[in-house]
């Protein structure tokens, strides 16, 4: 069943990537989703089978065998990768359904839905990994798979563009993910999860000596690992790439922002939880970088004005809660977080792009209006996955936020000496719901109420076909039921028993959050209201006031709406510098030194040789006599003066 699962949507990409031309579009969309759902069906019942069992592995085959170092093909199996098998897989497959309306007029879907299953079979590996190498081949295969997707309308330079950034910056996070597994291998002489988690508490608090400092190991492999996880999920200093993935087609930025690339970041560190634990340092990172990705990307979200890059930026902010929840060590909280999650941001997206599908592709919130009584259902749905983003009560995102928000005030009473960290985590986290629930009411507010703006693509607006429509309707059922239905599994008093040992805290901060004082409870609850009242007023009651509130602070509007200005930071610091090392080496390096005196040089000296040379052809015989004579003369007095004179 395990096998099926991760390798029928590899097959579906083998059928529509290589015989898409003679299968045709209808039949490589309906034979890769149906294939999808196969597999989503059956990792329902591996939901059943495996969860509050211990780790089961199915070995597949020998795949590294040199010297020490072994590594088998191996697919682990627990709760841990039951839930991520269920979150992939059918928000996967709705995703695959849903682009068969969407994707309805574009002349390559075989290609696109070759490349969506592809995408889907390299995160199944990621999360069925049972060691780090093949950890690492999932982990790659997704960033693959997502620059194809991406760049999918590779017409449109901007398409191209994001596609090369993701690529680029996620390499760089994958370059200290790489480090961290070679620095496993040089530290247990393994690479399966078993044996290093198991070997992990012998080496707490050991150090090595690096040009004579002392280093903590178990610190530095964390966080060379997590720094992995910081490109995959888009946190903070390398989140630069999430935005500009809009660039793709909506389907694609519910697959890559719902349910698989950037979870691959919270689901690695959950997975290592045992050497986390271990490393209070490197937890402490975690957390504060969490913190303020929250922070910043739910500013950020504030005055963005593509309907796609709100919700984005919303991804990266939910991002943030899931990795400061684990950086407190409350892992169920953040991992109940990433499984409610999937339901409605995968909601948001889809029907973001049902609203675009109704305005002939425009996704300026600006050129919206009015479109509640053109396209009610979508507006339904777009509430729904709104109201369970804020985390307003009986949502999923109320039960798993609200769990966060609570381990990490907790936090202070489980590691006092870390207490200011909790207390940093759960103050922009209540900030953070706050903007939340703010720029989620202002998207709603801006496409659906207000009067229309353009009348023209308001006019034609139309609701989205029952093939785009069903998926909406099936996701806003995990919205709204995913959180109440498995609370008490993830997060409730029988954690231990629904985890069986997937993940492994040290510290029982899930335990001590159920002990919070009633405001704790209630403040995000309080600061989702709170925010949809006054972007209601904002949008709705009063709509000249946000204008007017850009136009009195300016620096800070400007501030907002070009994303704290990390773009261009990054580009004065690096790709300036980088461009102008490049054609310093280029044109000095390169055409001046290695082609000046290596080819080009000898070339243009034979050249000049030649010209001197050719000067010496006049056609006159005297001169070739006087030619003659020289030689002779030359010939003569070498003999010589090499000989002597002739006796």
């Excluded at 309805?104 to 592809?118: G, K, T």
């Excluded at 390299?122 to 194809?148: K, R």
């Excluded at 496409?447 to 029952?466: I, R, S, V």
């Excluded at 059922?477 to 993830?490: I, K, M, N, P, W």
Aim: glycine share 8%; aromatic share 16%.
């Amino acid at each position: 069943m395990i096998t099926a699962i991760v390798f029928l949507p590899l097959l579906g990409a083998i059928l529509a990537g290589f015989f898409g031309r003679i299968l045709g579009k209808r039949a490589s969309q309906w034979i890769t989703s149906g294939l999808l759902v196969a597999a989503a069906v059956l990792s329902w019942f591996a939901f059943v089978r495996y969860t509050g069992q211990p780790a089961t592995t199915l070995h597949l085959l020998d795949w590294i065998n040199s010297g020490s170092f072994q590594v088998s093909w191996a697919l682990r199996i627990d709760t841990l990768t039951a839930m991520m098998l269920v979150v992939v897989t059918n928000v996967s497959a709705l995703v695959h359904i849903y682009s068969v309306g969407y994707m309805a007029d574009d002349p390559h879907v075989p290609r696109f839905m070759a490349y969506l299953s592809l995408f889907t079979f390299a995160m199944l590996m990621l999360v069925t990994a049972d060691n780090f190498v093949q950890l690492y081949f999932g982990w790659e295969g997704v960033g693959l798979a997502s620059y194809l997707l991406i760049g999918f309308w590779y017409q449109k330079p901007s398409a191209n563009a994001a596609a090369i950034k993701a690529f680029v910056v996620n390499r760089v996070g994958d370059f200290g993910f790489a480090l961290g597994i070679m620095a496993i291998f040089l530290v247990f002489r393994e690479v399966s999860f078993d044996a290093v988690f198991a070997a992990a508490p012998a080496k707490a608090g050991q150090t090595f000596d690096f040009l004579g400092a002392q280093f903590d190991i178990l610190t530095t492999i964390c966080l060379l690992l997590f720094v992995g996880a910081m490109g995959k999920s888009a946190q903070l200093l390398l989140h630069t790439w999430l935005p500009d993935a809009m660039e793709g087609p909506t389907p694609v930025s519910a697959l890559i922002h719902a349910a698989t690339m950037v979870t691959a970041g919270v689901f690695m560190v959950a997975r290592c939880s045992p050497m986390f634990e271990l490393a209070p340092d490197a937890l402490t990172v975690v957390t504060i970088v969490g913190a303020l990705t929250a922070f910043f990307a739910a500013s950020v979200g504030l005055v963005q004005n593509d309907i796609k890059r709100v919700i984005a930026y919303s991804t990266c902010s939910q991002l943030g809660y899931m990795f400061f929840a684990a950086g407190v060590s409350a892992y169920q909280a953040s991992v109940f977080h990433l499984f409610t999650h999937a339901f409605f941001k995968a909601l948001l997206f889809l029907g973001a792009g049902a609203v675009i599908h109704a305005m002939h592709h425009e996704q300026d919130l600006r050129n919206m209006g009015g479109l509640w009584r053109k396209i009610p259902f979508t507006y339904a749905m777009m509430w729904i996955g709104s109201l369970a983003l804020v985390g307003l009560p009986f949502f999923a995102g109320y039960y798993s936020k609200d769990a966060i928000l609570e381990a990490a005030y907790a936090f202070a009473e489980v590691d006092p000496a870390r207490a200011d960290v909790g207390h940093l985590a759960f103050a922009l986290g209540i900030v953070a719901a706050f903007f939340t629930a703010f720029y989620s009411g202002r998207l709603i507010f801006m496409a659906f109420h207000g009067k229309p703006h353009d009348h023209h693509h308001y006019d034609h607006a139309h609701e989205a076909p029952l093939v785009m429509t069903v998926p909406l309707l099936l996701l806003a059922v995990g919205a709204v039921a995913a959180g109440f239905t498995f609370y008490d599994s993830f997060v409730g008093h029988h954690w231990k028993e629904f985890f069986a040992g997937a993940i492994v805290p040290i510290r029982e901060t899930m335990d001590a959050a159920h002990h919070v004082p009633t405001w704790v409870k209630l403040a995000p609850a309080v600061m989702g209201v709170l925010g949809l009242a006054v972007s209601w007023w904002f949008y709705v009651a009063q709509p000249w006031i946000p204008r007017a509130l850009a136009t009195a602070n300016r620096p800070l509007y400007l501030f907002l709406l070009n994303k704290w200005y990390f773009d261009e930071l990054y580009n004065l610091v690096f790709v300036k510098p980088a461009l102008w090392f490049g054609r310093l080496f280029w044109r000095r390096g390169d055409q001046m030194i290695i082609d000046g005196f290596g080819p080009d040089g000898v070339a243009a000296t034979v050249a000049a040789t030649t010209r001197q040379v050719v000067r010496i052809q006049t056609g006159f015989i005297y001169h070739y006599a006087f030619a003659m004579l020289i030689g002779v003369a030359v010939l003569i007095t070498w003999i010589f003066l090499r000989f002597g004179p002739p006796l």
